[in-house]
């Protein structure tokens, strides 16, 4: 459940990103997010409660970039002069990250939905662990911070029955194709203009 709060917050501090004036963006982020905890109807039945049935709680990994994207914003928004910005700004996501994101998780879903030929989901502890190794390794090539974000989400997987539930889930699945999506019209809108 707390995962699907930072990610409303995440979507509502991206949101009001326009606005210039911190106060009025932060009372804006605060009403919405009391508004969409507060029950709409009968007992604990909030917009966050209700999006958290639909699509269960984001992975460890998702929770981790969530966290890091609302520090960076909240940093920069109050021009901390923080050394730690800084560093949020060098390892904000980019697009080889979300390519193997989405490609990841692309197979994963397809398989789980028996669309292609093998399911890495409930395939054999070995595999997933190869998988997990390839995955973990590939995102510390495109920036160490990634690859430790990464492990550091593996240290949470009690409880879970695979790897890939602490690494990948829809939301982050999701913004990933929406990421590429848009890369994609930008660099075809840049070369119309041309």
């Known amino acids: 459940m707390f995962g699907v709060f930072l990610l409303f917050l995440a979507l ?36 966050i409660n209700l999006w958290y049935s639909f699509f269960d709680a984001p992975c460890i990994l998702s929770i981790l970039l969530l966290l890091c994207f609302i520090l960076r914003k909240m940093l920069k928004d109050f021009h901390t002069g923080l050394k730690i910005t800084h560093f949020l700004e060098q390892n904000a996501l980019n697009l080889a990250f979300c390519v193997v994101v989405f490609v990841l998780g692309l197979i994963l879903f397809l398989g789980e939905l028996n669309l292609i030929g093998f399911d890495l989901y ?21 920036k ?27 939301y982050l699945w999701l913004f990933s194709l929406i990421f590429l999506v848009l890369k994609g019209l930008n660099k075809i809108k840049l070369r119309l203009r041309k």
């Open 122 to 142: 409930h395939s054999s502890l070995m595999y997933q662990g190869m998988i997990v190794f390839i995955f973990v390794m590939i995102l510390y090539l495109i």
């Open 144 to 170: 160490p911070f990634y690859g430790i974000l990464a492990l550091l989400s593996l240290v949470f997987m009690i409880g879970e029955k695979t790897a890939f539930d602490v690494l990948i889930d829809v």
């Open 12 to 47: 509502f501090l991206a949101s009001f990103n326009f606005i210039q004036k911190i106060w009025l963006k932060y009372i804006l982020v605060i009403s919405f997010l009391a508004l969409f905890c507060l029950p709409l109807y009968q007992k604990n039945h909030s917009v």
